[in-house]
């Protein structure tokens, strides 16, 4: 959306999944294994909102600002040595900038 000469918005936002696992095992002081190997695994859904305002001093090149929130809808958290599976979600801020060239 542009507001002047050399300024504009630029809207962005999405749906973003997240998944990730890791294994944990535990060891004795010779190295043998204590128990059995644990899996973890983290699933999450965002809704993502990025708009950010662009300031273009020269044509094709611009500077980006702006706020970005990921606002956590679901998610779980699993441990293969439970058997409860538990809700999970986490929301992020911050604030983002960078530089456009458009060719």
Known sequence: IQAGPS??????????????SRESRAFDDTG???T????????LINATLDPQLVFAPVPHVGL???PVLDV???GS????DDTQERDFKQSSYGVTGGLVAIF
């Open 36 to 43: 059995t190997t644990v899996t973890s695994t983290v699933t």
């Open 72 to 74: 956590g809808l679901s």
């Open 32 to 34: 043998e294994q204590l």
């Open 64 to 66: 980006t600002v702006g």
């Open 77 to 80: 958290f699993e441990r293969s």
């Open 7 to 20: 300024l504009g918005i630029w809207l962005r936002g999405g749906i973003s999944r997240l998944s990730t």
